[in-house]
């Protein structure tokens, strides 16, 4: 089995395409076959070097190898398809020669008034076909004399292809509807729906798995199979990937490039894992499952017909289990860009790196994403009194807990260090002992005062925490002030508001 990924690379690349780069993924490493990497850049207009670097990075991002194609070389490269002019050109002149192809003349205005007039009076529209009948010695010589032309396919008469696909079964057109296809553009250039079976034909792909879009394009590309004399590939197209409202996910949808979700702090194994529960089933309850279970039970005849609805709530749901599993010094790794970019981390050094591993794991457990993990350590490396009392429902209770916050200035004043979980539980109770509150009234003003916020971490990871960064000297790390500079702030700042 060899199968290919074909990317033109025009822009990022989009969900639905990295959907597709999976399944063929999956297909080859389920069955031991050779997945390839073809990069289409056939519009040369639209088609950039950046783009296909993108694209190769989220490829590699989201754990797919192949084994033949850019960057990586192979026995039927080029894998460029701007690289293989000389292939399609030498194609095209064969099926010339055999009179299976044509030059055609026409110029554009001529194609649109046809296009046009062919609509009016309710036919398809599709190729007129005025050049079909210019004998090739004229044509030959009107190409000589400089005259732009295309070469298009001479598609044969009253005929049906019919084909198999692997998610719909049978599938038939009449070549009644199908227009000569151009072959080679006047610039010289390939058209897509010939270079791609020139490709796939001398790349000896069996499996061809694209997005159903494609399926207009496959009766052509049949008949080319067919006029060279080669053997067509399976084909399995699969439903494209929809927005909420049931409309091909886009850009009004909020995020659709693999790198937009990369960049917002998803695991790569997270967002390969829900990809694959996009419009394919594993069966049964099961859907964690990591690349290599899916690999496992990844099946191309069970990818349904209907779309696949993207859900970010499910993609979150799967994220935080992933992000559960990983190991403290990957997800220090991963988070230290988003604590960069808000300027409280350089460089770390060891120590720090120490620290992050006793704090990122449990941020990282209570958000979706990544990117909200600075959020869940504002209190660290952030901390304000005054930024704290500036807001008004904080303020309001801030206010009852005075003789809270008095005893805890005084307590955390005291020589005890608070660093770890039974030392500042110790601490509580004596403020508990001294004030007399319990519950909320006693826990809510201490972690106003001591994380300057109404909500986050349990406590007792928190303020062990905050005392450990405090200590962090010279670490690449922003200062932390400890507990006890944080609750005579507070205390201060309290006093100062006071009405
Ligand atoms: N370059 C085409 C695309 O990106 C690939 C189509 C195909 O797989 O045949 O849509």
């Given at each position: 089995m060899r199968v290919r990924f074909a990317?033109?690379?025009?822009?990022?690349?989009?969900?639905?395409?990295?959907?597709?780069?999976?399944?063929?993924?999956?297909?080859?490493?389920?069955?031991?076959?050779?997945?390839?990497?073809?990069?289409?850049?056939?519009?040369?207009?639209?088609?950039?070097?950046?783009?296909?670097?993108?694209?190769?990075?989220?490829?590699?991002?989201?754990?797919l190898d192949w084994d033949e194609g850019v960057e990586r070389g192979g026995d039927r490269g080029p894998y460029r398809q701007s690289e293989r002019t000389h292939i399609y050109r030498a194609h095209a002149v064969e099926l010339l020669s055999r009179g299976q192809a044509y030059q055609c003349f026409c110029p554009?205005?001529?194609?649109?008034?046809?296009?046009?007039?062919?609509?009016?009076?309710?036919?398809?529209?599709?190729?007129?076909?005025?050049?079909?009948?210019?004998?090739?010695?004229?044509?030959?010589a009107r190409v000589d004399r400089g005259e732009p032309a295309v070469i298009r396919f001479r598609v044969p008469e009253g005929r049906d292809v019919l084909f198999q696909d692997l998610v719909r079964g049978e599938v038939g057109v009449s070549t009644d509807v199908i227009g000569d296809p151009v072959l080679m553009r006047s610039d010289g250039t390939p058209a897509y729906n010939f270079a791609v079976v020139?490709?796939?034909?001398?790349?000896?792909?069996?499996?061809?798995?694209r997005g159903e879009d494609h399926i207009s394009n496959t009766p052509r590309q049949l008949l080319l199979y067919e006029a060279f004399g080669w053997r067509a590939p399976a084909f399995a197209p699969v439903s494209l990937v929809l927005g909420p409202d049931h409309g091909?996910?886009?850009?009004?949808?909020?995020?659709?490039?693999?790198?937009?979700?990369?960049?917002?702090g998803y695991l790569p194994e997270a967002f390969a894992n829900y990809l694959a529960l996009?419009?394919?089933?594993?069966?049964?309850?099961?859907?964690?499952?990591?690349?290599?279970?899916?690999?496992?039970?990844?099946?191309?005849?069970?990818?349904?017909?209907?779309?696949?609805?993207?859900?970010?709530?499910?993609?979150a749901w799967v994220n935080r289990h992933y992000l559960k599993q990983a190991p403290p010094d990957r997800l220090v790794a991963l988070a230290l860009p988003y604590l960069?970019?808000?300027?409280?981390?350089?460089?770390?050094?060891?120590?720090?790196?120490?620290?992050?591993?006793?704090?990122?794991?449990?941020?990282?457990?209570?958000?979706?994403?990544?990117?909200?993990?600075?959020?869940?350590?504002?209190?660290?490396?952030?901390?304000?009194?005054?930024?704290?009392?500036?807001d008004t429902a904080v303020r309001a209770e801030a206010d009852a807990a005075r003789p809270v916050v008095q005893a805890l200035a005084e307590e955390a004043a005291g020589d005890r260090p608070l660093a770890d979980r039974e030392a500042f539980r110790a601490m509580v109770a004596r403020v508990r002992e001294r004030t007399?509150?319990?519950?909320?009234?006693?826990?809510?003003?201490?972690?106003?005062?001591?994380?300057?916020?109404?909500?986050?971490?349990?406590?007792?990871?928190?303020?062990?925490?905050?005392?450990?960064?405090?200590?962090?000297?010279?670490?690449?790390?922003?200062?932390?002030?400890?507990?006890?500079?944080?609750?005579?702030?507070?205390?201060?700042?309290?006093?100062?508001?006071?009405?």
């Amino acid at each position: 089995m060899r199968v290919r990924f074909a990317p033109s690379p025009t822009g990022q690349l989009h969900v639905g395409n990295a959907r597709t780069a999976l399944f063929n993924w999956l297909l080859a490493r389920s069955a031991g076959g050779t997945f390839v990497l073809r990069i289409e850049d056939t519009d040369v207009e639209r088609s950039t070097a950046e783009s296909e670097r993108a694209i190769v990075e989220d490829l590699r991002w989201l754990g797919l190898d192949w084994d033949e194609g850019v960057e990586r070389g192979g026995d039927r490269g080029p894998y460029r398809q701007s690289e293989r002019t000389h292939i399609y050109r030498a194609h095209a002149v064969e099926l010339l020669s055999r009179g299976q192809a044509y030059q055609c003349f026409c110029p554009s205005e001529q194609l649109e008034m046809d296009r046009y007039t062919a609509l009016r009076e309710g036919r398809p529209p599709k190729y007129a076909g005025r050049c079909r009948e210019i004998p090739r010695a004229d044509a030959r010589a009107r190409v000589d004399r400089g005259e732009p032309a295309v070469i298009r396919f001479r598609v044969p008469e009253g005929r049906d292809v019919l084909f198999q696909d692997l998610v719909r079964g049978e599938v038939g057109v009449s070549t009644d509807v199908i227009g000569d296809p151009v072959l080679m553009r006047s610039d010289g250039t390939p058209a897509y729906n010939f270079a791609v079976v020139i490709d796939d034909a001398l790349m000896e792909i069996t499996h061809v798995v694209r997005g159903e879009d494609h399926i207009s394009n496959t009766p052509r590309q049949l008949l080319l199979y067919e006029a060279f004399g080669w053997r067509a590939p399976a084909f399995a197209p699969v439903s494209l990937v929809l927005g909420p409202d049931h409309g091909v996910l886009s850009k009004r949808h909020g995020a659709t490039s693999v790198a937009e979700f990369r960049a917002r702090g998803y695991l790569p194994e997270a967002f390969a894992n829900y990809l694959a529960l996009l419009g394919w089933s594993p069966g049964g309850d099961e859907e964690l499952l990591p690349l290599e279970e899916l690999t496992r039970r990844f099946r191309i005849e069970d990818v349904g017909r209907s779309a696949g609805v993207f859900d970010v709530e499910k993609l979150a749901w799967v994220n935080r289990h992933y992000l559960k599993q990983a190991p403290p010094d990957r997800l220090v790794a991963l988070a230290l860009p988003y604590l960069q970019r808000e300027g409280w981390i350089a460089a770390p050094g060891p120590a720090a790196v120490d620290f992050l591993a006793s704090v990122v794991p449990a941020a990282a457990a209570s958000v979706d994403r990544l990117e909200q993990v600075p959020a869940r350590l504002r209190f660290l490396f952030d901390y304000s009194a005054a930024r704290a009392l500036g807001d008004t429902a904080v303020r309001a209770e801030a206010d009852a807990a005075r003789p809270v916050v008095q005893a805890l200035a005084e307590e955390a004043a005291g020589d005890r260090p608070l660093a770890d979980r039974e030392a500042f539980r110790a601490m509580v109770a004596r403020v508990r002992e001294r004030t007399g509150q319990k519950g909320k009234s006693l826990l809510h003003p201490i972690r106003l005062a001591l994380t300057g916020e109404a909500e986050g971490l349990e406590l007792d990871v928190a303020v062990p925490a905050i005392e450990r960064g405090s200590r962090l000297a010279d670490s690449g790390v922003c200062r932390i002030p400890g507990a006890a500079a944080r609750a005579a702030a507070f205390r201060d700042a309290l006093a100062e508001s006071r009405p």
